[in-house]
């Protein structure tokens, strides 16, 4: 158990739809990452917030958004749902320079 | 620019053997180097890490892993697989404090009985 939630574990909606992913960091962690994991893409880097502000940014859609609130917790924000979007989103977690620690993810899949 | 090239998709190995999973990376830095392990419908858990201190890197579950500057590898090793080592593994590396992380496409590892 890496100390990483997310909710909830599998998701199952229709296209067009819009769907919200959580995730609660490790105690103390102030870094929240967010990961696709799909078979064509393989696993891509999303988006980072640290403390509440975007850190980073990766291959993430303009259909996507995420946010970090006061109490860390991440959520992330995925609307009009294309078949495509189907996938595993991880949500990893980390202290200032140190390694990241992974949820046990939440699987998506858009009908 | 950075980029981590594992060069076998896939990995088959008798139980009580070597195991051999190769990964090789690129790094404008100083990386740090990971090896994750995911198994099937399973989050990712971290088995080792490098970070510039002994380039011989040892992990979880008797794996262990070698930086090799020069050669700009970083092979994941097991002297013995066990059943429960089937899983995919990913190598990653990262730059910049951990900003900048770049996974492998992943390498399934069967053993086979």
């Known amino acids: 158990d890496s100390g990483v939630t997310q909710t909830p574990k599998h998701l199952i909606t229709a296209t067009g739809q819009r769907v919200t992913l959580r995730c609660s960091p490790r105690?103390?962690?102030?870094?929240v990452y967010w990961y696709q994991q799909s078979l064509d893409q393989g696993l891509q880097f999303l988006i980072q917030?640290?403390?509440?502000?975007?850190?980073a940014k990766g291959n993430i859609l303009e259909r996507f958004s995420a946010q970090q609130f006061p109490d860390l917790h991440s959520e992330l924000n995925l609307s009009s749902l294309e078949l495509g979007d189907s996938a595993l989103y991880f949500c990893?977690?980390?202290?200032?320079?140190?390694?990241?620690?992974f949820g046990p993810g939440t699987r998506l899949t858009v009908l | 620019a950075q980029s981590v090239t594992q060069l076998d998709s896939h990995v088959s190995v008798s139980e009580g053997t070597p195991v051999l999973l190769r990964c090789n990376y690129s790094?404008?830095?100083?990386?740090?180097l990971f090896w994750y392990v995911q198994h099937p419908n399973k989050g990712l858990q971290l088995l080792l890490k490098?970070?510039?201190?002994?380039?011989l890197v040892k992990g979880i579950n008797g794996f262990e892993a070698e930086f090799k500057k020069s050669e700009t590898s970083f092979h994941l090793t097991k002297p013995s697989a066990h059943m429960s080592d089937a899983a995919e593994y990913f190598c990653?590396?990262?730059?910049?404090?951990?900003?900048?992380?770049?996974f492998g496409t992943g390498t399934k590892l069967q053993v086979i009985p």
């Open positions: 990893a977690s980390s202290a200032p320079g140190s390694t990241q620690y």
């Open positions: 105690s103390g962690d102030l870094s």
């Open positions: 917030y640290y403390n509440g502000e975007e850190r």
């Open positions: 790094s404008s830095y100083s990386p740090s």
């Open positions: 490098y970070t510039s201190a002994a380039t």
């Open positions: 990653v590396v990262s730059e910049l404090g951990y900003q900048k992380v770049t």
